[in-house]
């Protein structure tokens, strides 16, 4: 199992690459980035309660909450909190999410035209908890008409407790 998470968190790391996803690593959330991925464990942890997959995500727009969204009804959190910020447009927004945005979510942040994303839980970290599968990750499916949108990977313990680590 190690093995096949380890090739395939290359192929990811390598479609990556080819896509032009940058990932920045940051080594600990500013207080602020906490409060903000507080809020997105928050809805992880409720959609846990209600018995569905550890993923929680917000809209923050000019500094403040604007919506929040779990995994539900074959949207990712982060489609679901674009939905319900009712948002045109999310030009000067970011999306905080506990888990690493998948294809579908991150072309749904691409379209919205999030300005940044900040996550804490790697695809591989969330392929080895059960979460996702690697074909949710499947950087071929992302829509190369959109423009791709800055990642930035944080150290928050809360949200790397619901992948075990």
């Known amino acids: 199992m190690k093995k096949f998470i380890m090739i395939m968190t290359a192929a990811l790391l390598a479609a990556a690459a080819v896509a032009q996803i940058n990932i920045s690593k940051t080594e600990k959330a500013t207080p602020s980035e906490e409060v903000f991925m507080d809020m997105a464990v928050t809805a992880a942890e409720t959609a846990v309660d209600q018995g569905k997959p550890a993923c929680g995500a917000v809209v923050i727009l000019n500094g403040a909450w604007r919506a929040a969204g779990m995994a539900d009804a074959g949207k990712t ?23 690493q945005p998948t294809t579908q979510a991150l072309n749904a942040i691409m379209k919205a035209g999030a300005a940044a994303v900040y996550f804490v839980n790697s695809a591989a970290d969330v392929i080895e908890a059960g979460i996702c599968t690697a074909a949710d990750y499947d950087e071929s499916k992302l829509d190369p008409s959109l423009t791709p949108v800055p990642l930035h990977q944080l150290d928050y313990a809360p949200a790397r407790k619901l992948v075990g680590k």
């Not at 679901?80 to 888990?99: C, D, E, H």
């Open 77 to 99: 959190a982060e489609e679901n909190a674009i939905a319900k910020s009712r948002l045109r447009s999310l030009q000067t927004a970011s999306i905080y999410t506990v888990n």
